[in-house]
């Protein structure tokens, strides 16, 4: 049996400080060189919610999600929030909608820092700006007002994550392209979409000027019958940074809007390697259950 080391009195001071560290200054480490990060998801409340749901989770980056997709939100059912607003802040505009509410007063040039937190709605360890309420409203939100948020949003949140509707024409969907860090296309890796995304990408390329490497693909609901990882790689300009494994316990859940869908081990696994192609370091300690 072999004994263990004796170790110098300096050397055994350092041993017990290592053993002393708080949680917290693990925590402060774990995020010591993270930028703060805009990320775009297209026309995928799932994976925005789930991506949401896993970062807040595992760390300690203060998220906020917003549900952008002004025609067909889902952000709010996806995740079961039946409080989709802040019934204490006063507001002349009738809306359940956190989303229309920041809106209104970020056109009003009265939503300040403080106006704006109090505005998201929190949900687990994270915020949510719930979608749309009123589909008339659509095409009466103010010039730049989106854009204006999307900034306050960046002040006061680490990642903020928006989920856009499925049109590249459309007001919301290119404000956040223009201001994203990244958009992502979590799409089933089959060639139509495969197809689809490059066409958006080649055209976003030519009329914007927004570079191509801004663009990244994730295989949604991936199983065996999707395309080979490494062929999508090779058409896509290796744009393709990961898999979110199927799972039909996400299936089942569709048809419960009061119901937040439980992420197994395997797909803990996945959202975890995503992380980490963001510079998101995880909380130390964390066992995948």
């Known amino acids: 049996?072999?004994?263990?080391?004796?170790?110098?009195?300096?050397?055994?001071k350092q041993e017990i400080k290592k053993e002393n560290i708080s949680k917290e200054e693990v925590d402060k480490k774990v995020i010591q060189f993270f930028k703060k990060q805009i990320i775009g998801v297209y026309d995928n409340g799932e994976f925005a919610s789930e991506f949401s749901l896993f970062i807040s989770h595992y760390t300690t980056l203060k998220v906020l999600l917003i549900d952008a997709n002004a025609l067909t939100p889902v952000i709010?059912?996806?995740?079961?929030?039946?409080?989709?607003?802040?019934?204490?802040?006063?507001?002349?505009?009738?809306?359940?909608?956190?989303?229309?509410?920041?809106?209104?007063?970020i056109a009003k040039e009265k939503a300040n820092r403080e106006i704006?937190?109090?505005?998201?709605?929190?949900?687990?360890?994270f915020y949510v700006l719930t979608g749309n309420d009123d589909i008339k409203q659509?095409?009466?939100y103010t010039k730049?007002?989106?854009?204006?948020?999307?900034?306050?949003?960046?002040e006061c949140f680490d990642i903020v994550i928006i989920n856009t509707n499925s049109c590249i024409y459309d007001a919301f969907f290119v404000d956040t392209m223009s201001l994203c860090d990244t958009m992502i296309y979590a799409?089933?890796?089959t060639?139509?979409?495969?197809?689809?995304?490059n066409s958006y990408v080649q055209f976003i390329y030519d009329n914007m000027g927004i570079e191509k490497d801004r663009h990244k693909i994730i295989g949604f609901n991936y199983n065996s019958l999707h395309m080979d990882k490494l062929d999508v790689k090779t058409v896509t300009d290796e744009n393709l940074i990961g898999i979110v494994s199927y799972d039909p316990e996400r299936i089942r859940k569709r048809n419960k809007f009061d119901k937040q869908y439980k992420m197994n081990k395997k797909v803990k696994n996945d959202y975890r390697?995503?992380?980490?192609?963001?510079?998101?370091?995880?909380?130390?300690?964390?066992?995948?259950?």
């Open 116 to 125: 704006f937190k109090s505005i998201c709605v929190k949900h687990k360890d």
């Open 76 to 105: 709010a059912e996806t995740l079961g929030i039946k409080n989709t607003y802040n019934t204490n802040i006063v507001s002349e505009y009738k809306t359940k909608s956190s989303f229309n509410m920041a809106m209104d007063f």
């Open 273 to 289: 390697k995503i992380s980490k192609y963001f510079n998101i370091g995880l909380k130390k300690g964390h066992i995948w259950r």
């Open 144 to 154: 730049d007002a989106f854009k204006d948020l999307i900034k306050v949003a960046n």
């Open 1 to 12: 049996m072999k004994r263990k080391p004796v170790l110098l009195k300096k050397q055994r």
């Open 191 to 197: 060639a139509d979409k495969i197809k689809m995304v």
């Open 138 to 140: 659509y095409e009466y």
């Open 187 to 189: 799409v089933e890796l």
